[in-house]
């Protein structure tokens, strides 16, 4: 093992088994290497890095903020830098009257938001409502309760560790539950229905979903009316409904929220963070709607679960700033028509070699492939000067893949590379096979 090696292996971080390449510059989607080369981000980051590296507005943005100052409890010093970021980002997702908290990634924002919605639940219907449900496809976040409640199994293997949670209802897709109902679509959402009833409305607060499912699957996308029918399902039970859009929002999908791409399933509540710090940042933020919010401030109201050292940094709120400045400068026709592009593209490739199934949609798709083939096929990509995102996901024997999602403002040269790389690794695969 030379030095380099043997330090890395001290250093606590997941890892590849391929080997990793060093990087001496980065601009847009691009990232230069040390040997000169350069190589394109399909999976923006760990699909964070929505606006690309590099960006003046951002920069600029962080610039302003430091030699005002880089720090003040919001308790203390007003906190006018956050009150622009809420107001700029709730109008931006369409909710311009909800209320917001801030937190400093969206495993955090998840826990805020379990938090909230117990005592807004608490507080209105007097009762100990605490459950959370969650899918049997899902993932929320790397903290023992998320990594407790969600139906990511690879990353909490022992059933122990469940803390008696787990996931309560089966993700409408085809590994998970396709093999019961045969088709999934939206009266799947029943099995939410029969769980509340089953357990008790009176003592579950909230259901807590991906619209759009991220990695844990690669990117499948439920079934038309079946958001719709989960919030139907619980409002009628007074359940609260909490979309997890930590990877989707801000327009991962192709629109704002992922959940905008159906009619009638507004949530009660949603998280953002990966999207909206865009790799400048750590942050998170949950968004309440008016209906609920003034519950949190009732005078019987638990303590704000939203209060953390660094929650408020306005360093943070700055740099997200910029990245609102950056999305809102991306013209949107030609962005809605680049992502529908992209998706052409891939589709293409269904039944290539060893390509079994493309899903997704916006900027956001998963390409599953066939088992044993992933790495191999991140390595002829990457040969060819593009990385993804990989994932292990779903169903028995799992699934695995490329989920593609690159920058949000990458332009059409920038696509046509990807797609073109891709698409020449999925063929050298196939020859060599
Ligand atoms: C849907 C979803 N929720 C929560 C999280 C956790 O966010 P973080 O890694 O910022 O803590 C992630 C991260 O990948 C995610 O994809």
Same mark, same amino acid.
């Given at each position: 093992?030379?030095?380099? @090696?043997?330090?890395?292996?001290?250093?606590?971080?997941?890892?590849?088994?391929?080997?990793?390449?060093?990087?001496?510059?980065?601009?847009?989607?691009?990232?230069?290497?040390?040997?000169?080369?350069?190589?394109?981000?399909?999976?923006?980051?760990?699909?964070?890095?929505?606006?690309?590296?590099?960006? =003046?507005?951002?920069?600029? $943005?962080?610039?302003?903020?430091?030699? %005002?100052?880089?720090?003040?409890?919001?308790?203390?010093?007003?906190?006018?830098?956050?009150? @622009?970021?809420?107001?700029?980002?709730?109008?931006?997702?369409?909710?311009?009257?909800?209320?917001?908290?801030?937190?400093?990634?969206?495993?955090?924002?998840?826990?805020?938001?379990?938090?909230?919605?117990?005592?807004? /639940? $608490?507080?209105?219907?007097?009762?100990? %409502?605490?459950?959370?449900?969650?899918?049997? +496809?899902?993932?929320?976040?790397?903290?023992?309760?998320? #990594?407790?409640?969600?139906?990511?199994?690879?990353?909490?293997?022992?059933?122990?560790?469940?803390?008696?949670?787990?996931?309560?209802?089966?993700?409408?897709?085809? =590994?998970?539950?396709?093999?019961?109902?045969?088709?999934?679509?939206?009266?799947?959402? &029943?099995?939410?229905?029969?769980? *509340?009833?089953?357990?008790?409305?009176?003592?579950?607060?909230?259901? #807590?979903?991906?619209?759009?499912?991220?990695? /844990?699957?690669?990117?499948?996308?439920?079934?038309?009316?079946?958001? $719709? %029918?989960?919030?139907?399902?619980?409002?009628?039970?007074?359940? +609260?409904?909490?979309? &997890?859009?930590? #990877?989707?929002?801000?327009? $991962?999908?192709?629109?704002?929220?992922?959940?905008?791409?159906?009619?009638?399933?507004?949530?009660?509540?949603? *998280?953002?963070?990966?999207?909206?710090?865009?790799?400048?940042?750590?942050?998170?933020?949950?968004?309440?709607?008016?209906?609920?919010?003034?519950? *949190? %401030?009732?005078?019987?109201? &638990?303590?704000?679960?939203?209060?953390?050292?660094?929650?408020?940094?306005?360093?943070?709120?700055?740099?997200?700033?910029?990245? #609102?400045?950056? +999305?809102?400068?991306?013209?949107?026709?030609?962005?809605?028509?680049?992502?529908?592009?992209?998706?052409?593209?891939?589709?293409?490739?269904?039944?290539?070699?060893?390509?079994?199934?493309?899903?997704?949609?916006?900027?956001?798709?998963?390409?599953?492939?066939?088992?044993?083939?992933?790495?191999?096929?991140?390595?002829?990509?990457?040969?060819?000067?593009?990385?993804?995102?990989?994932? /292990?996901?779903?169903?028995?024997?799992?699934?695995?893949?490329?989920?593609?999602?690159?920058?949000?403002?990458?332009?059409? @040269?920038?696509?046509?590379? +990807?797609? /073109?790389?891709?698409?020449?690794?999925?063929?050298?695969?196939?020859?060599?096979?």
């Amino acid at each position: 093992m030379d030095q380099y @090696e043997s330090r890395r292996a001290r250093l606590l971080t997941s890892t590849r088994p391929m080997p990793g390449f060093e990087v001496v510059g980065a601009d847009g989607p691009w990232l230069h290497r040390a040997d000169g080369s350069h190589v394109i981000d399909g999976s923006s980051g760990l699909l964070c890095a929505n606006v690309g590296q590099n960006s =003046p507005k951002v920069r600029t $943005r962080i610039e302003e903020q430091f030699t %005002r100052y880089t720090f003040g409890g919001a308790a203390v010093v007003q906190p006018h830098i956050q009150l @622009e970021l809420m107001d700029r980002l709730c109008r931006a997702v369409g909710r311009p009257d909800d209320s917001v908290a801030l937190t400093t990634c969206g495993t955090l924002g998840v826990e805020v938001a379990v938090g909230l919605a117990r005592n807004i /639940t $608490r507080v209105r219907d007097g009762k100990q %409502r605490g459950d959370i449900l969650t899918s049997s +496809l899902s993932y929320h976040g790397n903290s023992a309760l998320t #990594l407790a409640l969600a139906g990511n199994h690879a990353r909490r293997p022992r059933p122990e560790d469940a803390l008696g949670l787990g996931p309560a209802f089966p993700a409408p897709y085809p =590994p998970t539950h396709g093999h019961e109902c045969g088709r999934c679509d939206a009266s799947c959402a &029943d099995e939410i229905a029969k769980e *509340i009833d089953s357990r008790g409305a009176q003592n579950i607060a909230a259901v #807590l979903i991906e619209p759009v499912n991220g990695t /844990t699957g690669g990117a499948y996308v439920p079934p038309d009316g079946y958001l $719709r %029918r989960v919030s139907e399902i619980c409002r009628e039970r007074g359940v +609260l409904v909490i979309h &997890d859009e930590v #990877l989707t929002g801000l327009w $991962r999908t192709g629109t704002a929220l992922a959940s905008h791409h159906w009619e009638g399933c507004e949530p009660d509540m949603v *998280i953002l963070s990966k999207g909206l710090g865009a790799g400048y940042t750590g942050v998170g933020a949950v968004l309440v709607s008016p209906e609920i919010a003034p519950l *949190i %401030r009732h005078e019987d109201a &638990d303590p704000l679960p939203a209060m953390g050292t660094m929650a408020t940094h306005p360093l943070m709120a700055a740099a997200c700033l910029g990245v #609102l400045d950056d +999305l809102e400068a991306i013209d949107m026709a030609a962005f809605t028509a680049r992502g529908e592009r992209l998706g052409a593209a891939l589709r293409a490739l269904n039944g290539v070699g060893p390509v079994q199934d493309v899903r997704g949609l916006g900027f956001l798709y998963g390409v599953e492939v066939t088992q044993g083939t992933l790495w191999p096929l991140m390595k002829a990509a990457e040969a060819r000067g593009v990385f993804f995102y990989p994932f /292990t996901g779903a169903g028995r024997p799992t699934s695995e893949g490329l989920v593609v999602a690159p920058p949000l403002n990458s332009t059409d @040269e920038d696509i046509s590379f +990807l797609t /073109t790389a891709l698409c020449e690794a999925v063929t050298a695969l196939n020859r060599n096979s």
